[in-house]
């Protein structure tokens, strides 16, 4: 069974892979890996994996992927310079490290591409989910999200009651040919 916070992945997979070219991608291994890398298995997508563990990191290439062990900030560097059809930053909770890790791979997205980004919204209007809830804190994660909805030829969606209720933000390239994009 799908955990909920990873269902929307789960189902939208599928139709993200049938209309984007390039290998998928995760900071952060866990629950999530195996479902993106069910995804890359189907439509023969590389699946890299960034993260500080080594019992994480061991696993995930058990599992097929390729690993990039260490902080992202140090290891992303290393991506090779190729497309990305799909990916999941779910690592380090604070607005400096997912800004940077989102500016490095928005930009690699194919059109259609999408990169979702976990723990980006804010808890009962104002206050974030604190150190104390159940999930652990979320951090500032939700002014990436404020930023990326800014950003043009991005479509920014996000699901609020995913996440322990801290959201995860889908983030689409727009294809300016066919029209869909915002004026």
Not at 46 to 68: H, L, P
Not at 95 to 110: D, G, I, M, N, Y
């Amino acid at each position: 069974m799908v955990p909920d916070q990873w269902l929307i992945i789960e189902r939208l997979g599928d139709i993200i892979l049938n209309h984007a070219e390039g290998c998928v991608f995760e900071i952060g291994i866990g629950h999530s890996t195996l479902i993106l890398k069910k995804f890359a298995d189907i439509f023969d997508r590389t699946m890299y994996c960034f993260d500080q563990s080594e019992r994480k990191c061991n696993w995930a290439k058990e599992q097929g992927c390729k690993i990039f062990q260490g902080k992202s900030l140090k290891t992303m560097q290393k991506f090779p310079d190729i497309p990305v059809a799909m990916g999941l930053i779910d690592g380090r909770h604070d607005a400096k490290t997912c800004r940077a890790e989102a500016e490095f791979f928005v930009p690699r997205l194919s059109i259609g591409g999408v990169v979702f980004i976990h723990d980006t919204y804010l808890v009962n209007d104002r206050k974030i989910r604190v150190e104390s809830h159940p999930r652990g804190p979320a951090g500032d994660m939700y002014l990436v999200r404020q930023e990326l909805q800014a950003t043009k030829d991005l479509q920014v969606f996000t699901w609020p009651y995913t996440a322990g209720d801290c959201g995860l933000t889908m983030v689409l390239k727009e294809d300016p040919e066919r029209g869909y994009q915002r004026q």
